[in-house]
């Protein structure tokens, strides 16, 4: 199910981008994608967690359908920053050996500037307000997921010594 939803919240990000008008702010356009696009990351990581790193399939298969649905541009943009963030993801996730919370941390410190940075530029979108806006999307996102996975650790009974 969460791959599913992972999907099609890209392709509705994607299509935020087309189809609502920015505002203008002081420090360049801003975009409603950027202010929602976080919990895109939420989505991914409880994909990821269901199929583990196919979930780039996943991230494939929405760039097609945002290729054929939205934009050309922005597939190949959405599809780039996917990618390096989940590769990203895959390196601290694999060669940290921290508890699930500490490499959620960690790899977004790295991948989530990395991913909106590639996206802004790619699709020609890149505004000091959009790149803020989104990097701080992305990071209360992440944040959430970081907060649902220490209270279920917290949770479990102490492992007898």
């Known amino acids: 199910m969460w791959v599913v939803v992972y999907i099609a919240s890209i392709v509705l990000v994607n299509w935020l981008f087309v189809a609502v008008a920015p505002w203008p702010t002081a420090f360049g356009d ?5 202010l929602v696009v976080g919990f895109v990351f939420v989505l991914r990581d409880y994909g990821q967690r269901q199929v583990g790193h196919k979930i780039l399939l996943a991230t494939l298969v929405a760039g097609i359908i945002t290729f054929f649905m939205v934009d050309r541009a922005i597939a190949l943009a959405s599809i780039t920053a996917f990618i390096l963030s989940e590769m990203t993801d895959w390196a601290i996730y694999s060669f940290t050996k921290r508890p699930l919370q500490q490499r959620i941390l960690l790899s977004s410190l790295v991948a989530v500037p990395l991913d909106t940075l590639a996206f802004q530029y790619l699709a020609n979108y890149l505004t000091p307000a959009a790149f803020t806006t989104e990097v701080l999307s992305k990071a209360l996102g992440v944040f959430i ?3 649902l996975l220490k209270l279920r650790a917290d949770s479990r009974p102490a492992a007898a010594v």
């Open 30 to 34: 801003l975009y409603l994608a950027n």
């Open 145 to 147: 997921v970081w907060y």
